[in-house]
Structure formats: structure tokens, C-alpha cells
């Protein structure tokens, strides 16, 4: 049976980083796209995205980082979802993060950077399709 | 996408005469019989033939734009009517001689690393050729945080230079002629103590307050509209603008004590025509605070100027300048009447749009950088930042940023606009946009005034909103292809070169932290403890803070820990996680 539950994402600025411009509109497009958005608000800790999406029951986090800081933030939002038994939370990113980082970001766990250029659409593509691949796994 | 309609000879925007039959221009409709006969003859017949390439042409506001533009479009007839440069209302220019007499001020903003760095970077900028100083502070010192604060993990010295203490403000500019160079400080919410920490090391340096010139950002009214670097709730943040603008008025003259932005909000997605009705109802909000205060409006508002972003609809930026310093010159007569003329100048710093710049074929940047500064200098900014061509990627490189002040000089000196006084105005469609962009403009003041003004705004995530909705207009029409981005969705190339950036020192932090813990071992403990309890008394009592910052600053008081004593008595504020 189809799972047609709505995806339930969470979209976060992580650390001091205030540029939400990005954020905002890509929180609109999944909202506009039937997903059920819970934006975070900004200069969230690590822990404070994580916590936030053990409470939402998410089923994926994006965060938006354009201050440089995504090598300290992303593997550390990835080791608090593993502590808290969110490993199947899909992690998702975009923002300014140079090309050579992004190896990097994806061995600790970053499913996708969406960098300057990315259409909304594409990145409500990859999550219904990511969210899809995620529940199939998750059916016996 | 609306249907092309034959447009009227004498069809009129806002700000002239609707009714289409009685010509403004032209002795007995001369102009509008012209008109008319050139659209019968010559215009429709081709426009038929070969259809335009658009059913409908709108700048990137959205405001409609014709064909052509005659006398008719102009709001009077003959000269008088426009004003002249240096007289109000300032339409064609701030100053008399403008550009004759003294060219824009390059200003290039800079900062990264630890202080030394920015003042490697800063001497770098002059030998180019830079003319006046300007430096933005990374996320946790314009956040009001120490380098070792838990939240500056990860941020240190990385999107501008990191800075603690009144030592490094004293090393930032070792060396440097303060009394004959003017410098920036791009800092909000903990402005007043970066602006104390300049100022304390401005004395060290033997200069006397009353010889330095700058600006301090200190416009927390945009924060909470667009760029989020706030501390506290609006009511002490504004507070404590004005604390600095009383202060700066009697000790330190030639300071301009706010600069007032529209560049932020811009970049979070205003149009021009919001980016301009905004910024000036901030700044009105602003001069009534200090009113509100005590102070005369003679005293002060000479020292207030603006900020604002020059994006790529080349004529609208022009347009939106002058009606910015119409708007001003004539709202601050009309409701603060100062006797000093200088009270209604719109001086502005003007910094090309950051978000306008692609990832893809970055090198296309120094076109539309180029174009920018072009459009800022014909709308007669009073100094200027071009952004590097890298700018999507990193912070600029000494190339790219020697590349960006060469633009400017190329303008300054070898294109000759520079050489005439307001050299577009007269332009029937500039002076026709200008008068749609402050007729716009007015419908905004309405709008916001009749919820009761700036602060109520606020209050309802008005303005936030209405820039977020303008933020996602834009990004469909990107996405659709209906805006041209070349390079993004026309004209693409494969994946970019790889370009050498600017190298993100992750060292800086390491270093940053050692001189914090050398200045609190090093430092007379006892001082700072009475300082930090007298500036909270201060705060409780709504008195002004700046001395008492002042006083912090010489006791080696850290910015953070300075930021924690007044975040214990006028509380953090808390924004609701709209979208």
C-alpha cells in the first residue's frame, strides 16, 4: 500500500548565521509542494535542530549555512542524530559551501547540498524521491 | 502575463496627469500630437510586424515600463521644478559640485581572520587606491559573542574580522592616519560597544575624538526587517541607538552616528521600490527616537546617512537615489523643520547587490559589477563598494578585490561621467521613473504608517513578510525562466572553473581564543567587575550607556561579556520562525 503521508520536513539555520533569505523561500515551495514544513527559526545550535526534530517526528532536516561554518556544523548535527537514533532522518543542506567540501559533507551523512543555482523544484524532487526510497526501506 | 495594450499618446503613470487629454508638456499638445503621430505611422506599423520580444516590460520592482518616454511623462513643464544640485530637494545631487569637486569615496568593505589580518587588508585596499575604510566583523562579534563562546564554534575569523576587546580595535587600525582617513564599522546590535572599543583605541592612538570621521551601521531597525543580527527586544535595542547618536553629537562631531539601510533588505528580497519606502520610514522612525529623546534635530540629523543596494535594473537604482533624497529632504522638512540644511541631506554609501551575483561563469560578475557601480555613480552615491567577482564563493581575494576598486577608478577617470553634474537628469524616463518610484514609495508610507508605523510593523513581521513574498516572486521567476539569469538558466555553460578563493583560516579561532585568555588573566579583574555593575545599574535606569560602555572598554571588558551584562537586564530577543 502506498505511503501518502505527508512528508513532514524540518528546515533550520544552524549557528550565528542570520542569512535566511534561502531558508525561507524553500520552506514556502515545500509548504507550497503539500509538505509539512517546521522552519526552526534562526542561530539554532546543533542541538537544538536535532532536539527539535526528535520532537517534530521528521522525516528529513534541511539546514542552510552561508557563513563557512558547515564543516563544524554538519558532522555535528550528524553525530547528534546518530546519538539520538535519528540515522533513517534524511540530512539535507544548501547554501554557500564550496564544491570540494561537499565529499566531505556526504561521508558524514549529508544526503544533499543544493548549491547557489538549485531550482525549488529540484530540491522538492529529491525529497519525495528520497523520502519514497526511506520509507520503502522501512516497510518489512 | 498581461496582453499588450495600445498605449494612449498622452497615457500617464502616478505622479501626472491621469486624465490623458490635457498634455503637460507642449504648447497646445504639440508634444502629444508627435507623440501620436509617430505611434500611427512608424511605431505600430513595426511593432506589428515584428512583435516585441515581451507582451509587457515592467523593471524589476515590477513597475510597467513604455516604449518610449516624451515631455508628456515629465511632471512640469520647463526646469525650475527639478531643483538644482546642492538645493533642496537635493533630486540632482546632495552637494553643489558634486563629482567636479570631489570624486565618491571608494570604500571597499573588509574583514577576516584576526585584527592583523584586516589590517594587512586594510593597507592593501589603500595602496589600490581604496579612499576611505570600511570593515564588517565575523558572525559571532556582530552577534555579540566572544571567540570562546560555545556559539562561536566553528565561526571564527571566517565571514569578517573577529573581535573581542579594545586591543583589537587598537591593532586593527595600528598605524593608520584616523584623523584623515574615515572608517566604517559594519555593526548592529552590539554597535555601541564596538563603536567604544574604536574610540578607546582611537585615544591609545593619540587622536582626540573631535578629528575622527566614520560611520558606525547601528541601524537596528533592519536587523529585525531583514538582516537578524539582533541581541534584545526592539524597545532597548533603539534605545540604545540613540544612547550613541546623544553620545556622538556632543563627543565625537564628525561621526555619522547611524547608516541607515536598505542594502539588507534588498538582499533578503525588497524590491527597490520596498528597499526605498523602508529605509526611509526607518530613518523618519529614527530621527523621531532622538526627538523623542531630547534632542534637537539640527544637532543630529546632519550625522545620519544611508546605505543602499544597487542592483542590476540599471535605471531604477539611478531613479531610486534621487527619489530617496527627494523623499528625505522633503519629509524631514515637513515633519521635524530643522533650520540646518544639512538635516535634510539623503548622504549615501552605496554597495553593488551581492545577491545579484552567480556562481555559474563568475566572471560574468565583473559585467554586471561593473554596470552597478556605473548606475551608482550617475545616481550620485556619496561612496561606494563593488563586491568581487568571486563574490558567490568566498571572501574576496586580494585580486578580486583590487580588480573591484580598478572598476571604480575606471568610472572615476576614464568613462567622463564624473565630469558632469547629474548627467542622466532630464531623461524623460528617469524623471518619469523617479516619480513612479516616489509615488510607490508614498503608497508604502501609507500602508505601514496606518498600522502605526516602523515598530508596529515589526511587532507584526509586516515588513518581513512583504520582503519574504517579494523573495519567492523572484526565485519563480527565476526558476520558470521568465527572469533571465545568463549563465543560470540562459547561456549555460558546463560546471564552473575551479577558481582560487580566498582560504578560510581556521586558525584564526586558535588564536583569537589565546589573546582572550591572556587578556583575562593580564587584566585588572576588579575594574571590570565594577564597571560591568555600574553599566547595569545604568541600563536599569534608562540612562545613556555609552560612557559607561566607554568605561568597560578600559577595563578590558570583553564584547561578549559586555553584551552579557545588558542581555541580563533587557533580556534576548526572541523572533517567532516565520516564513
Redesign the interface.
Known amino acids: 500500500m502506498p505511503d501518502d503521508r505527508p512528508i513532514k520536513v524540518l528546515?533550520a539555520k544552524a549557528?550565528?548565521?542570520?542569512?535566511?533569505?534561502g531558508?525561507?523561500?524553500v520552506?514556502?515551495?515545500l509548504r507550497d509542494a503539500g509538505m509539512e514544513?517546521v522552519?526552526?527559526?534562526?542561530?539554532q545550535?546543533p542541538e537544538q535542530v536535532v532536539m527539535a526534530a526528535l520532537q517534530e517526528d521528521v522525516e528529513a532536516i534541511g539546514v542552510s549555512l552561508l557563513?563557512?561554518?558547515h564543516?563544524?556544523?554538519f558532522p555535528r548535527l550528524a553525530e547528534l542524530m546518530k546519538e539520538k537514533g535519528l540515522d533513517d532522518v534524511i540530512l539535507f543542506g544548501g547554501g554557500?559551501i564550496?564544491?570540494e567540501d561537499i565529499p566531505g559533507l556526504e561521508q558524514v551523512g549529508v544526503a544533499k547540498v543544493f548549491?547557489?543555482?538549485s531550482?525549488?523544484?529540484e530540491i522538492v524532487e529529491f525529497l519525495r524521491k528520497a523520502v519514497k526510497e526511506k520509507r520503502g526501506k522501512g516497510k518489512v | 502575463m498581461a496582453k499588450a495594450k495600445p498605449q494612449a499618446p498622452a497615457e500617464r503613470r502616478a505622479g501626472g496627469d491621469r486624465n490623458g487629454d490635457t498634455p503637460r508638456n507642449g504648447a497646445n499638445g504639440a508634444v502629444a500630437d508627435a507623440q501620436a503621430r509617430w505611434e500611427r505611422e512608424t511605431y505600430r506599423p513595426a511593432a506589428n510586424g515584428t512583435p516585441e520580444r515581451q507582451a509587457d516590460f515592467r523593471t524589476l520592482s515590477g513597475l510597467p515600463l513604455k516604449a518610449i518616454y516624451t515631455p508628456d511623462d515629465v511632471r512640469e513643464a520647463g526646469f525650475d521644478w527639478l531643483g538644482h544640485p546642492g538645493e533642496f530637494p537635493f533630486t540632482r545631487g546632495v552637494y553643489p559640485t558634486m563629482y567636479r569637486g570631489r570624486l565618491w569615496t571608494i570604500r571597499q568593505v573588509a574583514g577576516y581572520g584576526t585584527a592583523e589580518d584586516t589590517n594587512h587588508r586594510f593597507r592593501y585596499l589603500l595602496d589600490q587606491g581604496e579612499t576611505g575604510l570600511s570593515v564588517t566583523f565575523d558572525?559571532?562579534t556582530?552577534?555579540g559573542?566572544d571567540s570562546d563562546h560555545?556559539?562561536?564554534?566553528?565561526?571564527v575569523g571566517?565571514?569578517g574580522v573577529a573581535i573581542d576587546a579594545a586591543r583589537d580595535m587598537y591593532q586593527l587600525y595600528e598605524g593608520l592616519p584616523l584623523d584623515k582617513l574615515t572608517a566604517s564599522l559594519t555593526i548592529n546590535c552590539p554597535a555601541a560597544v564596538i563603536l567604544a572599543f574604536y574610540l578607546d583605541a582611537a585615544q591609545r592612538m593619540g587622536f582626540p575624538w573631535s578629528v575622527l570621521g566614520g560611520t558606525v551601521q547601528n541601524d537596528i531597525l533592519k536587523e529585525f526587517h531583514a538582516?537578524?543580527?539582533w541581541a534584545f527586544p526592539p524597545a532597548p535595542s533603539l534605545s540604545l541607538v540613540v544612547d550613541q547618536v546623544e553620545f556622538c553629537t556632543q563627543q565625537v562631531p564628525r561621526w555619522n552616528t547611524i547608516s541607515i539601510s536598505g542594502y539588507h533588505m534588498r538582499?533578503?528580497?525588497a524590491t527597490a521600490v520596498q528597499e526605498l519606502a523602508y529605509t526611509l520610514l526607518d530613518g523618519l522612525t529614527y530621527v523621531q527616537a532622538c526627538v523623542d529623546r531630547g534632542l534637537e534635530v539640527d544637532a543630529f540629523a546632519p550625522r545620519f546617512s544611508f546605505f543602499f543596494d544597487i542592483h542590476n535594473d540599471f535605471f531604477e537604482e539611478i531613479a531610486k537615489l534621487r527619489a530617496a533624497r527627494r523623499i528625505w529632504a522633503r519629509e524631514m522638512q515637513r515633519r521635524f523643520h530643522p533650520k540646518n540644511e544639512k538635516s535634510l541631506l539623503m548622504r549615501c554609501h552605496c554597495q553593488t547587490a551581492g545577491?545579484s551575483l552567480?556562481?555559474?561563469q563568475p566572471m560574468n560578475n565583473i559585467a554586471r559589477v561593473a554596470l552597478q557601480a556605473l548606475a551608482a555613480v550617475l545616481g550620485g552615491a556619496q561612496s561606494l563598494h563593488t563586491n568581487g567577482f568571486d563574490e558567490?564563493?568566498?571572501l574576496p581575494t586580494e585580486e578580486t578585490a583590487q580588480l573591484a576598486v580598478r572598476t571604480q577608478q575606471i568610472i572615476a577617470h576614464e568613462s567622463g561621467v564624473a565630469n558632469v553634474i547629474d548627467p542622466v537628469g532630464g531623461s524623460y524616463f528617469l524623471e518619469a521613473l523617479t516619480d513612479e518610484m516616489e509615488a510607490a514609495a508614498y503608497q508604502e508610507f501609507a500602508i505601514i504608517e496606518g498600522m502605526g508605523g516602523m515598530l508596529a510593523a515589526i511587532e507584526s513581521g509586516y515588513v518581513r513578510q512583504r520582503i519574504?513574498d517579494s523573495?519567492?516572486r523572484f526565485?519563480?521567476e527565476?526558476?520558470s525562466g521568465k527572469r533571465v539569469q545568463v549563465g543560470?538558466n540562459q547561456f549555460v555553460e558546463g560546471p564552473a572553473p575551479?577558481l582560487e578563493?580566498h582560504e578560510?583560516d581556521l586558525q584564526a579561532e586558535v588564536r583569537a581564543n589565546e589573546r582572550l585568555t591572556e587578556l583575562r588573566r593580564t587584566r585588572d579583574h576588579a575594574a571590570w567587575k565594577r564597571t560591568r555593575s555600574e553599566l547595569q545599574q545604568a541600563a536599569r535606569r534608562g540612562r545613556n550607556l555609552m560612557p559607561h560602555i566607554l568605561d568597560c572598554a578600559a577595563a578590558q571588558a570583553t564584547e561578549g561579556e559586555i553584551m552579557d551584562a545588558l542581555r541580563e537586564v533587557h533580556g534576548e530577543y526572541d523572533?517567532?520562525?516565520?516564513?
Open positions: 528546515v549557528g550565528l548565521d542570520g542569512h535566511d533569505r531558508v525561507k523561500v520552506a514556502r515551495a514544513v522552519y526552526t527559526g534562526l542561530h545550535t557563513s563557512g561554518a564543516m563544524h556544523i554557500i564550496p564544491q548549491l547557489p543555482g531550482t525549488l523544484k | 558572525m559571532p556582530l552577534m559573542y560555545a556559539r562561536s564554534k566553528g565561526e571566517l565571514g538582516q537578524n543580527e538582499e533578503a528580497g545577491v552567480l556562481a555559474q558567490t564563493y568566498a519574504g523573495a519567492m526565485q519563480k527565476v526558476d543560470l575551479r578563493t578560510f523572533a517567532p520562525p516565520l516564513y
